[in-house]
C-alpha cells in the first residue's frame, strides 16, 4: 500500500465542520456515480487537505480523487447494487448529520 498524502475525507476526530454562509454547518457532500467496480458509490466531494482546509470539488474530480484514495489507502467507499439504493443511502446519511458522528469510511 501507498502511503496516501493527498486529500482526505472528513473525519470527526480530527476536522472540524465548514461553516456555510447561511450559518448551517457541513461535514460532507456525497456524490453518487458508477464506481471502478461496476457498482454504484457514494463518495465526498468535499475533501480536507492536510491542514485540515476543505476543497468542495465536481463530480468527476471527486469520484478520481476516491479512486486514488481507495487504490494508496485500501478503504472502501460504500458499495451499491444501483444508483436509487446509492442516493437513498446519500440522502439518509445527510439528513442524519452525515459525518458528523462517524466517518463516511467507517459505515
Do not use: C
Not at 80 to 86: Q, S
Request: proline letters at 8%; hydrophobic letters at 30%; zero cysteines.
Amino acid at each position: 500500500m501507498a502511503e496516501w498524502n493527498g486529500p482526505v475525507p472528513f473525519d470527526p476526530a480530527k476536522h472540524k465542520p465548514v461553516q456555510l454562509e447561511d450559518g448551517r454547518q457541513m461535514t460532507e457532500r456525497l456524490v453518487t456515480t458508477p464506481s471502478p467496480d461496476n457498482q454504484w458509490w457514494a463518495v465526498p466531494s468535499v475533501w480536507f487537505n492536510q491542514d485540515g482546509e476543505h476543497m468542495v470539488l465536481d463530480e468527476e474530480t471527486a469520484a478520481a480523487i476516491a479512486r486514488r484514495y481507495e487504490q494508496d489507502t485500501g478503504k472502501r467507499f460504500p458499495r451499491f447494487k444501483g444508483e436509487p439504493e446509492a442516493t437513498g443511502f446519500a440522502k439518509d446519511r445527510s439528513s442524519k448529520g452525515g459525518a458528523t458522528k462517524r466517518s463516511l469510511m467507517s459505515r
